[in-house]
């Protein structure tokens, strides 16, 4: 699996799409209706299923492990919620939690970990 984060509006999808030679059909965006489709060439929005497990009551770490036969020779893009001022909201810190700690997780599964800003690449992994 290659892991590739950063901010929002970064340019993570053109990069995934330049860098593995993705079709606009191999990438699933994540929503908070339902539960990503893991077999996906490339799944974008991660963070937004861990929105969905928040809200749900479940840890996307624990329900991604369950998945893992699935996305392991994924791409997966995530968005970093984790900076600027601490949300005020309950649900909103605990997304936050989570979504920090599904990409700690991830990072440490992943082959390769791309950090993008300003649309440069910065391999980290």
Same mark, same amino acid.
């Given at each position: 699996?290659? %892991?590739?984060?950063?901010?929002? =509006?970064? +340019?993570?999808?053109? =990069?995934?799409? /330049?860098?593995?030679? &993705?079709?606009? +059909?191999? !990438? =699933?965006?994540?929503?908070?209706?339902?539960?990503?489709?893991?077999?996906? /060439?490339? !799944?974008?929005? &991660?963070?937004?299923?861990? *929105? &969905?497990?928040?809200?749900?009551?479940?840890?996307?770490?624990?329900? %991604?492990?369950?998945?893992?036969?699935?996305?392991? #020779?994924?791409? !997966?893009?995530?968005?970093? !919620?984790?900076? +600027?001022?601490?949300?005020?909201?309950?649900?909103? /810190?605990?997304? /936050?939690?989570?979504? +920090?700690? &599904?990409?700690?997780?991830?990072?440490?599964?992943?082959?390769?970990?791309? #950090?993008?800003?300003?649309? *440069?690449?910065? #391999?980290?992994?």
């Amino acid at each position: 699996m290659d %892991l590739i984060i950063g901010g929002a =509006y970064q +340019g993570k999808r053109d =990069y995934a799409v /330049r860098a593995f030679s &993705l079709a606009s +059909g191999d !990438i =699933y965006t994540c929503n908070l209706e339902s539960v990503p489709d893991f077999t996906s /060439r490339c !799944i974008e929005g &991660l963070e937004e299923f861990a *929105l &969905l497990c928040v809200r749900e009551g479940a840890d996307p770490v624990e329900a %991604l492990r369950a998945h893992r036969g699935e996305w392991e #020779r994924s791409v !997966i893009i995530m968005t970093d !919620i984790s900076c +600027g001022v601490v949300p005020l909201g309950e649900e909103n /810190r605990a997304w /936050r939690e989570a979504a +920090g700690r &599904l990409s700690a997780f991830l990072a440490t599964e992943a082959e390769s970990v791309t #950090r993008v800003f300003c649309g *440069l690449a910065q #391999r980290l992994k």
